[in-house]
């Protein structure tokens, strides 16, 4: 017998789970279907464990580098207990996954552990360990999420060739790593390697790290940081294939026509992810995928069947968890009657390097193409920030962009200490249509990182206090200045 | 590709427009000749327009809310593919009522899941240019005002939470004909959302919305005072009661209702301020040569007021007939357009329930409305004893700019002069 459910969701990480609890709350009987663990890729191979171990990466260098200035007085190597910082990260992921499972209980949700198959638009039969159920809905959400890519020649087997779930699982350090693809990913990883003492070599196929995700200035900091740390970047550099020659790993690239091998011990591969649309029937039932393997949806997340919605990675860019959240509750809400679209401003975006950096709105290049050049730029240095130099993180900046004419903000890039923290003041800002002048007049607690975005927005209008502006003209708020 | 327009017809009854209350149709649909694609509100009766061809449903010319003027395209059809049937005509049903009682139903939280990758919902989603908080973008969502075509009023073109409240609330209020007065003065204040199960929240559509627009208009403007006063009726009880029974044989049932209407518009001709209206605009007072009488029905739908036209040119017999059919109409969502138009002054007999008075609402542009209340027996002192006196309370509420409260007073005492005394209201009875 089929158990019939209001709504069932397919996939229980940060996008499908939040959907299934906001379906429950507005009273509709909800099922979840997860084939691996509650929490998707985000709570148990993705954003927090990889969070975890750049957090212990970034604390083992305070110790190492600015410790000692403070006047502690460490030993000169610092040991760590690799197994038991898989322990303690491992106790976090559970922690956070067990979090779900009771959130989801205490919702009255119902969980079926098991790979899920769609047989018809209404129907989808989960295979578990205890045999296999058959689901019908009236509405179905699919949030299968995404995974990543292999190139040629790089089977990802997570003995030699790791993806990122394999990196995170490390108990021992690596030697010698090569990292193939410098996007988010790989940096997050092959920082925290580093600072655990590996040598990371980054292989990058286009001219730029981080291309075309984050601000060009802000990549610059962090690419100067990486080099000074003794990350290896080589930049246009296709990797071509790898071979064990007796117990290390011979890795060819090809720069500009000339074949380089590189050796090491493991390799990372990271080069991106797709979205997983080809699993779960969802062809079989008749919805449409685009070229790039997303389903097709619309501002509501609505596919092209009746009663089928989609929502996060499989849904669209930007692949981020929070953005499947949004649409998550968004797609609850319409089942549940009301009127949604998605129409946020900005999706905002933080790369865990070291100096972090985090973006909200547009980029300068990206309002250059839509035609707007008329704009008002304001940066200031954390150098220049009390809170900042009494943290010993002075390495970045914030850069606010916005309109010449009304002052509002387009976009603001920020590099350096907790710029993940600092970044959603610019998300709001900027889906409130705030103006610099908002952001300059409120008040910001002394001494603080934040107050480096009210600075930013004063350098923006010509005339931050804590740093020189020039030329210096008598200043009328709104004038303009160079 | 052939397309064909569908125009809203010109429904007569001097209507002009009417408000856009919902689609029955959305992009998409085949639609079939005859069929009902619209639901539109005009003056005070809703109306279902439909398509006089067959085709499906390409493009949909107006949202919810909108007020359409007749003889404008409502949507667009593509033909091609449907059977192409013959146009037939396009008069609306002018008896769809009904279905307004079923709007609340339908606007409630309910399991629609109406999918499809094309524009399936309204109002498009709010262009990246547009400067508008994430909650007034919702609001606009919610309200069904498409934000991507409002002028924001706010600094550097914001569009505010007031400016959707006022597209919203948009123009169009006041059926042609009648005295227009500005409205935009009225503050329009949001209730703090209680979130989750902690409340339903519908949208003020329809009847309920028109309602809702007169009263406001009517108390915003109108400076009201009510006089009350009781009426002893123990002869027109008998009157009543003898004329019920001739009546019977008629198969009409005869009620207060008309001898009330009668006394009413024999106070009036002593007192014509009382069927007249203010005409704001032209800063003029119009003295009304007819008599039409509305009477308040209470309906599924919300507070109808149908009219008794030129009440004083028929019988007591004719009135209770007309009555009886009207209320009947009023119950079933049947009201037509002109049945509830031109009134002169209105009679409100919601005591009849309960409430020994009560202070109505006039209904603008008039500028009195009579209420009558239950009848009850009370003790009389006749010099030696206690006899049975049967009682009506009677309430006159007036605009106090045109009527001062000794002339209201005055007209009390004539009325109830007639009601005491039915030989006295006989006598200048046409």
Redesign the interface.
């Given at each position: 017998m089929a158990e019939k459910f209001?709504v069932c969701v397919v996939g229980s990480g940060p996008g499908g789970y939040v959907a299934a609890i906001r379906a429950a709350?507005?009273?509709?009987k909800t099922c979840i279907v997860e084939r691996e663990a509650l929490g998707g890729v985000c709570l148990n191979v993705g954003c927090i464990p990889s969070k975890a171990m750049i957090t212990a990466g970034h604390f083992l260098q305070r110790m190492q580098h600015d410790a000692p200035t403070m006047g502690f007085q460490l030993p000169k190597e610092i040991k760590v207990d690799m197994s038991k910082l898989q322990d303690w990260k491992q106790s976090v992921c559970t922690k956070m996954s067990g979090g779900v499972a009771q959130l989801l209980k205490g919702n009255t949700v119902t969980v079926f552990m098991g790979e899920g198959t769609f047989t018809s638009p209404k129907s989808l039969t989960v295979k578990g360990k205890d045999g296999s159920k058959t689901i019908e809905a009236?509405?179905f959400i699919i949030a299968t999420g995404s995974r990543p890519i292999e190139i040629p020649g790089f089977t990802v087997d997570e003995k030699e060739v790791l993806s990122s779930t394999g990196a995170l699982a490390l108990s021992e350090k690596i030697e010698r790593v090569v990292v193939i693809g410098g996007g988010y990913i790989g940096l997050e990883i092959g920082s925290y390697m580093r600072s655990f003492g590996s040598a990371v070599t980054v292989v990058e196929a286009s001219p730029a790290l981080l291309n075309g995700v984050a601000d060009p200035d802000c990549v610059q900091v962090v690419a100067k940081k990486l080099k000074k740390s003794g990350v290896e970047v080589i930049l246009g550099g296709k990797a071509k294939g790898w071979k064990k020659v007796k117990a290390e790993l011979e890795v060819t690239i090809d720069v500009g026509g000339k074949e380089q091998i590189i050796k090491c011990d493991k390799i990372l591969l990271t080069v991106g992810r797709k979205p997983n649309s080809d699993g779960a029937g969802l062809k079989n039932i008749g919805l449409?995928i685009d070229e790039r393997g997303f389903l097709?949806?619309?501002?509501?997340r609505?596919?092209?069947?009746?009663?089928?919605?989609a929502i996060g990675d499989v849904a669209g860019q930007p692949m981020l968890a929070h953005k499947a959240s949004h649409e998550g509750v968004m797609v609850a809400e319409?089942?549940?009657?009301?009127?949604?679209?998605?129409?946020?401003?900005t999706v905002p975006a933080v790369i865990f390097v070291d100096p972090e950096i985090a973006s909200a709105g547009l980029m300068e290049s990206e309002l250059k193409a839509k035609g707007i050049t008329d704009l008002k730029i304001g940066k200031f240095p954390f150098g220049a920030n009390g809170r900042a130099v009494s943290m010993m993180e002075t390495e970045g900046f914030i850069k606010i962009i916005a309109d010449a004419k009304?002052?509002?903000v387009y976009g603001v890039h920020i590099v350096g200490p907790e710029a993940s923290n600092l970044i959603s003041e610019a998300a709001l800002a900027i889906?409130?249509?705030a103006?610099l002048e908002d952001i300059a007049l409120t008040i910001h607690p002394h001494p603080t990182l934040g107050e480096t975005m009210m600075e930013a927005a004063e350098a923006a209008l010509g005339h931050a206090i804590h740093i020189i502006q020039r030329p210096l003209t008598g200043a009328k708020s709104g004038e303009k200045h160079a | 590709m052939a397309t064909q327009n569908v125009k809203l017809p010109d429904v007569g009854e001097g209507v002009t427009e009417g408000e856009l209350v919902r689609w029955l149709v959305k992009i998409g649909d085949s639609v079939k000749a005859d069929q009902p694609v619209v639901e539109l509100m005009t003056d005070k009766a809703t109306v279902e327009v439909p398509s006089p061809f067959a085709g499906l449903v390409k493009e949909l010319k107006y949202k919810e809310g909108d007020v359409v003027p007749i003889e404008s395209v409502l949507l667009v059809l593509d033909s091609d593919g449907a059977k192409s049937a013959a146009p037939a005509t396009a008069a609306p049903t002018m008896s769809a009522a009904p279905t307004a009682a079923k709007a609340p139903a339908k606007a409630?939280?309910?399991?629609?899941?109406?999918?499809?990758?094309?524009?399936?919902?309204?109002p498009?989603?709010?262009g990246?240019n547009v400067?508008?908080?994430?909650a007034t973008?919702?609001l606009a969502?919610?309200t069904?005002v498409d934000i991507n075509g409002l002028q924001g009023s706010g600094?550097?073109?914001?569009v505010t939470q007031e400016d959707v409240q006022k597209a919203k609330g948009g123009g169009g209020g006041v059926p042609a004909g009648q005295a227009r007065l500005p409205m935009k003065d009225i503050p329009r204040p949001s209730v703090p959302n209680q979130g989750?199960?902690m409340e339903e929240r519908v949208p003020l559509r329809g009847i309920r919305k028109k309602i809702a627009e007169n009263m406001q208009m009517a108390k915003h403007i109108i400076p009201h005072f009510t006089l009350m006063e009781e009426a002893r009726v123990d002869q027109l009880v008998l009157m009543r009661t003898q004329a019920k029974e001739h009546a019977e044989k008629y198969g009409v049932k005869v009620t207060y209702l008309p001898f009330i209407m009668k006394a009413l518009i024999a106070t009036c001709r002593e007192f014509p301020m009382f069927n007249a209206s203010m005409d704001d605009a032209a800063a003029e007072i119009v003295y009304k040569k007819f008599f039409n009488i509305g009477f308040a029905a209470d309906t599924p739908n919300g507070l109808m007021v149908p009219v008794i036209k030129n009440a004083d040119f028929k019988t007591v017999l004719q009135m209770s007939q007309e009555i009886g059919q009207l209320a009947g109409k009023a119950r079933e969502g049947k009201l037509a357009l002109d049945d509830m138009k031109g009134a002169s002054i209105t009679v409100t007999n919601i005591g009849s329930v309960a409430g020994l008075y009560a202070t109505p609402i006039i209904n603008h542009p008039e500028v009195a409305i009579l209420g009558m209340y239950k009848i009850m027996d009370k003790p009389v002192w006749n010099g030696k004893e206690f006899v049975r006196g049967q009682f009506m309370n009677f309430t006159i509420t007036c605009d106090h700019r045109l009527i001062d409260g000794a002339v209201a007073a005055n007209f009390m005492k004539a009325f109830v002069a007639r009601i005491e005394n039915p030989s006295q209201l006989i006598l200048d009875m046409i």
């Open positions: 209001d709350q507005l009273g509709k009236t509405n449409q097709k949806v619309n501002a509501q609505k596919t092209n069947l009746p009663g089928i919605f319409i089942i549940g009657g009301a009127n949604r679209a998605y129409d946020a401003k009304t002052h509002i889906e409130m249509g103006r | 409630a939280p309910i399991m629609s899941a109406n999918c499809g990758t094309g524009a399936d919902f309204y498009p989603v709010a990246s400067l508008a908080t994430p973008r919702r969502r919610e069904g600094l550097a073109g914001r989750g199960s």
